[in-house]
Structure formats: C-alpha cells, structure tokens
C-alpha cells in the first residue's frame, strides 16, 4: 500500500460565487500531523468541506490528490474509499441504524467483495477502540448519533476515525464543546492513529489540543490562504499573543465580518 499523501494545488473555491479559498497550497504525508488555525470567517471549514466534495462549495480551479489521484474526480463516497476522513462528513442523526452496524457497512464499504471485516473481528475491534476512547459499550447499539451529547458525538467522530482508519483524516474543531477530559481521550484517539500510514490535518481554535496532539507543522490561515507556517511554538505564540503580529508583518488589512472579498 502507497503511503498516505494528500497534495493541495492552487486550490480556489467558491460559494455562490464568491471566492473564499484562493491559492491555496499543501502536502500533507503519512506520518505528519499539521494544525490549520485562523481567524474566524478565513475559510478553514470552507476548505474542509470543498475537499469532501460537499456540493455547496464550488472548485474553481486548483487540484487535490490523494496518493496521486485526483480527488476532485471522485464521488463523495469515492474519496471516503480511496481513505480520506472528514470528522463531520457523516449525516448527524441516522434513524434506525445502530452506531455498530453504521461503522461495520463503513468498513465493509472501502474493501472488495469477499474481503468484508467477519462480526467477531468488528465486535473485537470496536470494544477495544471503545476502550482506547473511555466510552461506555451500550454506544454501539445506539442509533447513530441520536441524543448523543455535543462531546458524545464528538467522541463518536474519532471512534470512526479508529475503526476506518483512513489514510488522511481532516478533523474539523474536534475540540469544541468537549470538557478537559474528554479533550484528553480524544488526542489519545488521534494519537493512537499515529504512525507513517497516516496523516492528518486538525483545524483548531485553541492551541489547548495541540498540548496533547503535538503537530509537526502549524499554518495559519487568513483570507482564503496560507499566510504563516511554523512547528507548535507558532500555535503557542497565537495562543499568547492572538494574530494582530503577524497581520501587522505581513500587511494584512482586517476584513469586516461577512464583507465581501476581492477576488
Ligand atoms: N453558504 C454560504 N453562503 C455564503 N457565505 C458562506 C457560506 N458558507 C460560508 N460562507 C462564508 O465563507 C467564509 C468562510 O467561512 P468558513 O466557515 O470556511 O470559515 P472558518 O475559517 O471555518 O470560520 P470559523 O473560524 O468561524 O469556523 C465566511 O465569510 C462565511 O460567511
């Protein structure tokens, strides 16, 4: 198996016409965890979405692949089974289908016929990731997501993560609405994942989970691009200092909260 590598190129995106990600550029590879932070309203969430292919978001130009394969070719499902993971791509209530049995027709989804994960390897599987996240068994025969509590939904994202496990995961502000404990399980999970066959991209508020999730390279993102890249002790000086600095070095004019912007 080719060791995982996402590649971002000039990517553009736009929403109902107006351009929200524009020159956007990075690689990601197996192995490496990179945090995205940035002011609200940059585009962070926009460009989430755009690579999942959500079909609000329109790709004007740029590319995007996935182990050399061009992801914008792929149906949304298709980019799920080349091994790529967006903590939110998932409906949030799903009536009816057991957490359990979502997460099984999810892994049997990316192999080949005959090749399906056996029950008694999945039931194994999911108690032991079900430990690794501190989450009461009684969650897998709930239906997918209903009633769950903001931070049990939370941990139910990165339980997917640790059953799919997928080459390249985005996870969008994993870290909202979770109480510290929670924060801590949930960087365990990731960290679990760790390892040179797979990457991921965390966008974050808060350099809080990055004291748990040590990124190898932090970029911060403003007005649709990548403005500033460093290791963690970036996240920690915005973390001190907010991000006036590095407007200020880079020339960077404040943008009024919903104004439109030049293209
Ligand atoms: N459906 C939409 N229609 C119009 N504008 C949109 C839509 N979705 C997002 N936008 C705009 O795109 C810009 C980027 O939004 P996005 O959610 O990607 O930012 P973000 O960096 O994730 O912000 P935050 O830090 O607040 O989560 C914002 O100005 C937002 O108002």
């Not at 979405?49 to 914008?72: C, N, R």
């Not at 949930?186 to 991921?200: K, T």
Request: proline share 3%.
């Amino acid at each position: 198996m080719s060791a995982p590598n996402l590649k971002i190129e000039n990517l553009h995106v736009a929403i109902e016409g107006k351009e929200i990600i524009k020159d956007f550029n990075l690689e990601i590879n197996g192995g490496e965890i990179h945090a995205i932070m940035g002011p609200n309203g940059t585009g962070k969430s926009t460009l989430a979405s755009a690579i999942m292919g959500h079909p609000k978001y329109e790709i004007t130009s740029g590319k995007v692949f996935l182990g050399g394969e061009d992801v914008l070719d792929m149906e949304v499902d298709e980019r799920a089974r080349a091994g790529l993971f967006l903590a939110m791509q998932y409906p949030s209530e799903i009536a009816g289908v057991t957490n359990a049995d979502f997460m099984r027709s999810a892994i049997n989804a990316g192999r080949e016929e005959g090749k399906e994960i056996s029950l008694m390897k999945f039931i194994r599987k999911m108690d032991e990731k079900m430990d690794v996240l501190d989450m009461d068994q009684a969650f897998s025969q709930r239906y997918l997501n209903e009633g769950f509590s903001g931070g049990e939904k939370k941990r139910n994202e990165i339980l997917q993560l640790l059953m799919l496990e997928p080459k390249i995961a985005i996870l969008d502000e994993i870290d909202s609405g979770l109480d510290i404990d929670a924060l801590k399980v949930v960087s365990n999970g990731v960290n679990d994942m760790r390892g040179p066959e797979f990457g991921c991209l965390i966008i974050t508020h808060y350099q809080r989970l990055l004291n748990y999730i040590t990124p190898d390279k932090v970029h911060v993102m403003m007005q649709g691009r990548i403005v500033k890249t460093g290791g963690a002790e970036l996240a920690e000086r915005l973390e001190a200092e907010g991000y006036d600095w590095i407007k200020e070095e880079l020339g960077i004019e404040d943008e009024k909260v919903g104004q439109e912007t030049q293209a």
